[in-house]
């Protein structure tokens, strides 16, 4: 039972987070919540603010193959690409066991892995790297900024990344947004949010020359220790790529539900 808690903590933190994120972009953007799909799909070149995810709790293999196919549809409709989400522990370990060939099936492919983290870790202390100096993200050329080490560290191009951020007084204003700087030059990044009171941390990224020292786990330190300051909390949230799922639990983060990402197939 606690890991279909988990999992469904974890889809609540994307459906609620990403209505923001994604209407932040478009105000018309298509936000729907169908029976066992939550749709939050700005269209944007920046392809993770596309989203299409499962939301039935318990999901035998025959609706996930119904669910697949309805989501890939919607997919297909859509000008961008995106990702669909699947948070593997709210289905039947049957619908588990199946869901590649589901996905096959489906015209999806599956495209990274990832793990849905949570803690009641907050509040932690301010950090401190010797390298690092921390400035919040308040203006454009510190969106770009921030837009930029994303798109060089999951291979966006620049251009794909600061559709994603470009002019935001949400990320300028209530996301608790870092760069961290070496020799005043951006090289990592990370962000904290307020939602269905939790903190969420999202868009973490380093510059792939300066990885390994450390730099992610001290700016995503930096934006849990401000966001927490601000709100209060003390529950925080991620949904981790592979690359950064052994960075969080030195945070405190334990790690929940695995997800899959899923992709039209090329």
């Not at 099936?105 to 790297?129: N, W, Y």
Request: include cysteine.
């Amino acid at each position: 039972m606690q890991n279909l808690a988990d999992a469904t903590e974890s889809l609540e933190q994307l459906v609620v987070g990403w209505r923001e994120m994604v209407l932040d972009r478009d105000a018309a953007a298509d936000v729907r919540d169908l029976p066992g799909i939550a749709v939050r799909w700005a269209d944007s070149r920046f392809a993770f603010w596309n989203c299409v995810t499962l939301t039935d709790v318990g999901a035998d293999p025959a609706l996930v193959r119904q669910r697949l196919s309805q989501a890939a549809q919607i997919m297909r409709a859509k000008k961008r690409p995106g990702f669909l989400w699947v948070f593997e522990d709210l289905l039947t370990d049957e619908a588990r066991a199946a869901l590649g060939t589901a996905a096959e099936q489906a015209g999806l492919e599956h495209a990274f892995p990832g793990t849905g983290m949570a803690g009641d870790l907050l509040p932690l202390p301010d950090p401190v790297h010797p390298d690092l100096t921390f400035v919040r993200v308040t203006t454009d050329e510190h969106l770009r900024a921030y837009a930029d080490l994303n798109s060089h560290a999951y291979g966006f191009a620049l251009e794909d990344g600061r559709d994603g951020l470009d002019g935001s007084t949400l990320w300028k204003e209530r996301v608790h947004a870092y760069l961290g700087m070496r020799d005043g030059e951006p090289v990592t990044c990370a962000a904290t949010v307020e939602v269905a009171g939790r903190l969420f941390v999202v868009l973490v990224a380093t510059a792939p020359a300066w990885e390994r020292n450390g730099y992610g786990e001290a700016v995503t330190r930096k934006a849990l220790h401000e966001g927490g300051r601000a709100t209060g909390l003390t529950r925080a949230t991620l949904h981790a790529t592979a690359a950064g799922a052994p960075v969080y639990p030195r945070i405190g983060f334990e790690p929940n539900s695995p997800m899959g990402f899923y992709a039209l197939k090329s």
